[in-house]
């Protein structure tokens, strides 16, 4: 059954930019995503996309703290693009991608009014 705002009480408030800009306060940096964590989904990646080597883009909208960003960086040699209209997620993202010493592009925009 398909979530909606009526089945969850708290999901209009999730829809909130103020929601958002204050999840990631205080979140412990680095944080990343390891293959060995995540066994059924990286074997699904490494069968369904494009293997490493094929120049090829990732873009994750809601990217916020940037973890499967590297993982996708990390594992597929994907030239990485994470989209977040929250300022602080925004940041959080730069920093841990910083850490993780993985090239990324941020963009601080909401998808649905650029």
């Avoid at 059954?1 to 979140?27: F, I, T």
């Avoid at 703290?65 to 993982?71: A, K, M, N, V």
Wanted: charged letters at 25%.
């Amino acid at each position: 059954m398909p979530l909606s705002v009526a089945a969850d009480p708290n999901a209009r408030e999730r829809l909130s930019k103020d929601y958002w800009e204050h999840v990631w306060q205080g979140v412990k940096l680095p944080r990343t995503v390891r293959p060995a964590a995540v066994p059924d989904e990286h074997a699904i990646f490494k069968r369904f996309l494009p293997p490493p080597g094929n120049q090829t883009s990732l873009l994750e909208a809601g990217c916020a703290p940037g973890r499967w960003l590297h993982y996708f960086a990390d594992n597929f040699g994907y030239s990485v693009t994470g989209l977040d209209y929250a300022d602080d997620a925004c940041r959080i993202t730069r920093r841990n991608l910083k850490l993780l010493d993985t090239p990324a592009e941020i963009i601080n925009a909401d998808l649905f009014s650029a």
